[in-house]
């Protein structure tokens, strides 16, 4: 039993051992083998690769893919115009040389991005002074971009290089700072008011200007059409009084019955109208004194008045 213990401990020691000089480096990563806390290797192919135990040796991982900076800092830069402005940006690099990258940066990808983030800035900083506001905005937005990934390529390729490449340097927005802003947004609803209030009193006079011709328009029509009603009607007035003149010139006694019927007409139109007079002693009645009706009534000798 002793035998069999010591050898499946053995093995197991054999195992951990084994496992503690075994390591995979993956395609995505760079593997750095220390020695006593000094480089001694840089694996770039990936697979399963050998190493001394611990504490002789050991291994850790830098990413080889393509990283991304994002800018954190909102303090404002001054523009050729002294305008102050907030610049956000993301930078795109990669770690080209590890050995390079451990010694003169550090050991992690966060440590190119602190020492990459301080580049960055002092360069956009150099570079904002000489544009202005709507150059960074419009025109020399391509030229500035392109100037500071020069001069962060001087930097990490200059004396002592750091082992890494800048790919791309971008500008997601570039915009005033939030006083500024605020002041720039007053200013531009202030103007829209303005041209809003102008447009609103053009169109309130166009509207009384055009209200005040159709109210003109239809003074003339309504003028027009009553002036013509009325011709028309004078005419028609003209033609019955003609007709009429005819007709009663060839019998005057039917002309004065009917003139006595049409005021009898006009006396007595409402049932509520009332007169009390002497029928036998008043000219009005004469067409009922008669003695007969119609043409024989108008044709009677009136009664001789007493």
Partial sequence: MNRIGFIVSSLLV???????????????QFGVVYAFGQVKDVISEPGLKFKLPP???????????????????TEPMLTAEKQRVVIDWYVR??????????????????????QL????????????NRFTVRELLS???????????????????????WGVDVIDVRITRADYVEAITESVYRRMEAE??????????????????????????????????????????GEGDAQAAAVYGEAFGRDPQFAQFYRSLE?????????????????????????FRGGGSGAAATSAPAAPRR
Avoid: C, H
Wanted: avoid cysteine; charge should be positive.
């Fill in 263 to 287: 005021a009898y007409k006009s006396s007595f139109n409402k049932k509520s109208d009332v007169l009390v007079i002497d029928p036998s002693g008043t000219e009005f009645f004469r067409a």
């Fill in 139 to 161: 025109s020399k937005r391509e030229q500035l971009m392109a100037d500071v990934k020069r001069e962060v390529q001087e930097v990490v390729k200059g004396a002592k290089p």
């Fill in 192 to 233: 829209r008011k303005r041209v809003a209030n102008e447009l609103r009193s053009t169109g309130a006079a166009e509207g009384e200007k055009i209200r005040a011709d159709a109210d003109r328009q239809r003074e003339v029509t309504v003028a027009n059409a009553y002036r013509d009603a009325q011709k028309i009607k």
């Fill in 14 to 28: 054999l195992l951990a051992l084994l496992s503690s000089m075994l390591f995979v480096v993956d395609q995505r």
């Fill in 93 to 114: 690099w990669r770690i080209t040389d590890p050995l390079q990258y451990i010694r003169n940066v550090g050991l992690d990808e966060a440590a190119g991005n602190n």
């Fill in 55 to 73: 504490p002789l040796q050991s291994v850790s991982y830098i990413d080889k893919r393509l990283l991304t900076l994002d800018s954190v800092d």
């Fill in 117 to 128: 983030n301080r580049v960055v800035r002092n360069a956009f900083q150099e570079e904002v």
